[in-house]
T-cell receptor, first 112, second 115 residues
């Protein structure tokens, strides 16, 4: 069965620190990959997505993610986090079906 | 901008009650989904629908049913609510096609407490 692993459950950073959140999936075929973010009290919203082409994908608010097919990974990065990035981040994958598989999420807290 | 509206933000129900959670989207999306979100477990798919009157079970359909009589509306029904169904319920919609790869658009969620 397909699965998505987010190994960092809680991350605490100071403002201006660099961020990398890990995401690994288990599926050998063609995949569509997503990162969603949920700010406190708000709905889940799309941060960025990868369907095909350039494996380095840029999203909103300075986030980017790199698809490394050989490692089945789609890690999220940001060079310098802000207090307003405090949120929960979810990686998701779908593979040619209507079924989206989500990771368990990473709670990021950024200290001002 | 896509809007997915869930009828209630908070609900408190008693064990054994039949509970209806309603979701409406305004972008003519073919696909609609119900997830539950629990701390440490992420999002788990309950049911999804890819067309009117069409539905498929997700990973955790037990104790739930769904109804999609109109394209814009997708209802989740808890036939007999139990305390282990206390959770945050998220509705989402997405365009059809692309083999299911279109981004999901989420509602604000309904926090259901079953006592």
């Amino acid at each position: 069965a397909q699965s998505v692993s987010q190994h960092n459950h809680h991350v605490i950073l100071s403002e201006a620190a660099s961020l990398e959140l890990g995401c690994n999936y288990s599926y050998g075929g063609t995949v569509n990959l997503f990162w969603y973010v949920q700010y406190p009290g708000q709905h889940l919203q799309l941060l960025l997505k990868y369907f095909s082409g350039d494996p380095l994908v840029k999203g909103i608010k300075g986030f980017e993610a790199e698809f490394i097919k050989s490692k089945f990974s789609f890690n999220l990065r940001k060079p310098s986090v802000q207090w307003s990035d405090t949120a929960e981040y979810f990686c998701a994958v779908t593979s040619g079906t209507y079924k989206y598989i989500f990771g368990t999420g990473t709670r990021l807290k950024v200290l001002a | 901008d896509v809007k997915v509206t869930q009828s209630s933000r908070y609900l408190v129900k008693r064990t054994g009650e039949k509970v209806f959670l309603e979701c409406v989207q305004d972008m003519d999306h073919e696909n609609m989904f119900w997830y539950r979100q629990d701390p440490g477990l992420g999002l788990r798919l309950i049911y999804f629908s890819y067309d009117v009157k069409m539905k498929e079970k997700g990973d955790i359909p037990e104790g739930y049913s769904v109804s999609r009589e109109k394209k814009e509306r997708f209802s989740l029904i808890l036939e007999s609510a139990s305390t282990n169904q206390t959770s945050m319920y998220l509705c989402a919609s997405a365009l059809g096609g692309r083999g299911g790869g279109s981004p999901l658009h989420f509602g604000n969620g309904t926090r259901l407490t079953v006592t």
